[in-house]
């Protein structure tokens, strides 16, 4: 799979991010996006052929595949990167909005169109709330597929056509838990970034909207 479009909408978003949304960009690329390339894909690459059980009955192996993995965890946290990187667009489209609308009046409308402020930054503040909200939603969603955030060496599977109860063991159990451990671990700190950029907009334009009703009441 190509990652070149995810490359290049995260560098997009890196302009107009504030300090914490820059280093919420480095955790992805660097801690995520690189280490799903360069490593997790591998791991899970030949899962399924993989996965044994001690029997040979016809189509045994497959059900008690599906079941124990409904979704493949790497194909989930791939699909977790592109939509907790999703959001993002929404803030790449409102500045190209901005740029576009300069054009089409043919003069400065905005001091800078990146600039979080106005209708920008509730864009931002939405993508925000929207980027962790996803981030949760794949946490639980990993927790409640898989019964919790482990890898077991055997599993026990009587699941039809199976005529019995089966043990299946799953390759490099170990390996594959420590890059579950990460994942989640990344994910919970891209939760802590997004909530605290939030916060500091929010207590950084309430302190700004304060003091420009202070002056107005001076004045």
Not at 168 to 178: G, R, V
Not at 181 to 209: D, G, H, P, Q, R
């Amino acid at each position: 799979m190509s990652w070149a479009f995810l490359r290049d909408l995260l560098s997009g978003v890196n302009k107009y991010s504030t300090g914490i949304g820059r280093i919420w960009v480095a955790v992805v690329f660097m801690f995520r996006l690189l280490v799903y390339v360069a490593a997790a894909e591998n791991i899970w690459k030949r899962e399924h052929d993989e996965f044994e059980c001690n029997i040979k009955q016809p189509g045994c192996k497959n059900v008690c595949f599906d079941h124990f993995f409904p979704v493949s965890h790497i194909r989930l946290w791939a699909l977790q990167l592109i939509m907790v990187s999703t959001p993002s667009l929404l803030v790449v489209f409102h500045v190209a909005y901005r740029e576009n609308r300069e054009k089409q009046h043919n003069q400065k409308l905005y001091r800078n169109p990146g600039k979080i402020d106005g209708g920008l930054l509730y864009t931002y503040l939405i993508s925000l709330i929207l980027k962790t909200g996803l981030e949760i939603v794949f946490l639980v969603l990993f927790y409640k597929l898989y019964n919790g955030f482990k890898i077991p060496h055997l599993v026990k599977c009587d699941i039809k056509p199976c005529p019995n109860t089966v043990d299946c063991y799953i390759s490099k159990p170990t390996e594959k838990m420590i890059f579950l451990y990460f994942l989640v671990a990344t994910s919970c700190l891209c939760i802590v970034l997004n909530l605290s950029e939030l916060s500091y907009l929010i207590f950084k334009y309430s302190i700004k909207c304060y003091l420009k009703r202070h002056m107005k009441k001076q004045q």
